[in-house]
């Protein structure tokens, strides 16, 4: 699929976690581009020029309401929940008797098909969808500069925490995710396979804390931890199985597994993606939040 493939304005788009990260940017981008949209969300919360709809992963008497007029899905797994299959492919299939043909899962670029976490899930989709794409995207840019650990470690104590070491990342801005998951959803044929969404360049997190640093005239710093350090830390705010998946990608990182970049969102949305320093300049100074 390029930039090129026509896309189709008709079909109704359930988008999960509508008011998240990714799901209130998809959500948005689909509206803005004319589609029809039901936002979902626990609260069902209103979303400008989406029809807002109660859905809880957990309360399967969300489900039918929410499906309902959709044939297209965008998939936001349930937020710390380290094994997500049995969670969600209840949902999946009755949205697959209720004539959804066409499925959009977040997944990460860390996970690979019938890997842990939301990797089952990933696995499943072909055989449940007729068309299908999942989203790999690296760790978020917005990680920086919104309501992750990593932006309240800034804002309060001007330093940022892990046990990635030196190792790069080619962190990805949640505005290009959106754009990828909107032609994925839309476009005439779904992509059919998994892709690898990064930014521009690969960077180190003593990159990210010198570009935050110039960015907004504050000192921030890089300091690492033991992977169990890491670990220790966000198991006081997050179930212990997830700190410790979390905590293994860090080590991961440290050993180079995300140093790389790909082309996805050139390709699919025919622009390049946006830097990290782009991100922070539009996120930061519009907004002071550092």
């Known amino acids: 699929m390029t930039a090129t493939a026509t896309s189709t304005a008709t079909g109704t788009t359930l988008v999960i976690g509508a008011t998240g990260t990714t799901g209130g940017r998809t959500a948005a981008q689909l509206v803005a581009a004319g589609h029809r949209v039901k936002a979902a969300g626990r609260r069902a919360t209103p979303v400008t020029g989406a029809e807002p709809v109660r859905f809880d992963w957990y309360d399967p008497s969300t489900f039918g309401d929410a499906l309902a007029g959709a044939d297209r899905i965008y998939l936001v797994p349930p937020v710390g929940e380290p094994d997500p299959a049995p969670v969600m492919l209840p949902f999946l299939q009755q949205a697959r008797t209720a004539d959804v043909r066409r499925a ?54 001007g330093v940022i925490l892990t046990a990635t070491g030196t190792g790069r990342v080619g962190f990805v801005d949640a505005d290009d995710i959106a754009a990828v998951a909107v032609r994925a959803l839309t476009d005439d044929r779904a992509p059919g396979t998994d892709l690898v969404l990064t930014g521009p360049e690969a960077l180190s997190h003593d990159d990210i804390a010198t570009i935050l640093t110039e960015v907004t005239g504050r000192p921030v710093a890089h300091r690492s931890l033991t992977r169990e350090q890491l670990c220790d830390r966000l198991a006081a705010q997050i179930p212990p199985a997830f700190a410790a998946m979390l905590a293994d990608m860090d080590r991961a990182i440290a050993a180079g597994a995300e140093d790389r ?30």
Request: proline share 7%; no cysteine.
């Open 261 to 290: 970049t790909t082309d996805t969102v050139q390709r699919l949305t025919g622009r390049p993606p946006n830097s990290f320093r782009a991100v922070a300049e539009r996120e930061l100074l519009r907004t002071p939040r550092l």
């Open 104 to 157: 959009v899962l977040l997944s990460a670029s860390a996970i690979a098909e019938g890997g842990p976490a939301v990797g089952q899930v990933h696995r499943a989709l072909p055989d449940l969808f007729d068309q299908w794409a999942v989203l790999r995207p690296s760790w978020f840019m917005q990680n920086f500069t919104g309501a992750h650990t990593h932006a309240r470690s800034i804002r309060d104590d």
